[in-house]
């Protein structure tokens, strides 16, 4: 089993907006996609925000490429979803799409 993934990008997704590091132009159009606000950071470990999701995205097709890894690593802890050709997202047990989608009326450009 591979213990990394690689070419994978990650958001984290906060009350407050979605974090990711500075990305290219192909894959800014994607996230733009889905994220209204977007915030850049340097890194991942000094963010002040209630994070309620992880989407990893990869550029290949996340089922094959990047969801058993992470499924088979996070899996008994955290729930690891498909949830679309090149999105893997990683959120608590109990936390839904649903769940996460009534956050966009408070994430706001």
Same mark, same amino acid.
């Given at each position: 089993m591979r $213990?990394? %993934?690689?070419?994978v990008e ?6 407050? #907006? ?5 990305? =290219?132009?192909?894959l ?8 209204? *606000?977007?915030? !850049?950071?340097?890194?991942?470990? $000094?963010?002040?925000?209630? %994070?309620?999701?992880?989407?990893v995205?990869? @550029?290949?097709?996340? *089922? ?10 996070? #899996?008994? &802890?955290? $729930?690891?979803?498909?949830?679309? &050709? ?6 608590n &047990? #109990?936390? =839904? &799409?649903?769940?996460? $989608?009534?956050?966009? =009326? !408070? %994430?706001? @450009?």
């Amino acid at each position: 089993m591979r $213990n990394s %993934i690689s070419d994978v990008e990650l958001v984290l997704c906060g009350t407050k #907006g979605a974090y990711m590091k500075k990305i =290219n132009e192909d894959l800014s159009s994607e996230i733009f996609k889905y994220y209204v *606000k977007r915030i !850049i950071v340097d890194d991942f470990d $000094n963010i002040d925000d209630d %994070i309620f999701k992880i989407a990893v995205y990869d @550029p290949y097709d996340s *089922k094959e490429h990047s969801y058993k890894t992470i499924s088979t690593s996070l #899996g008994d &802890k955290l $729930n690891v979803v498909v949830s679309g &050709k090149h999105w893997v997202d990683v959120s608590n &047990k #109990g936390v =839904n &799409k649903g769940l996460s $989608n009534s956050y966009k =009326n !408070i %994430i706001k @450009p």
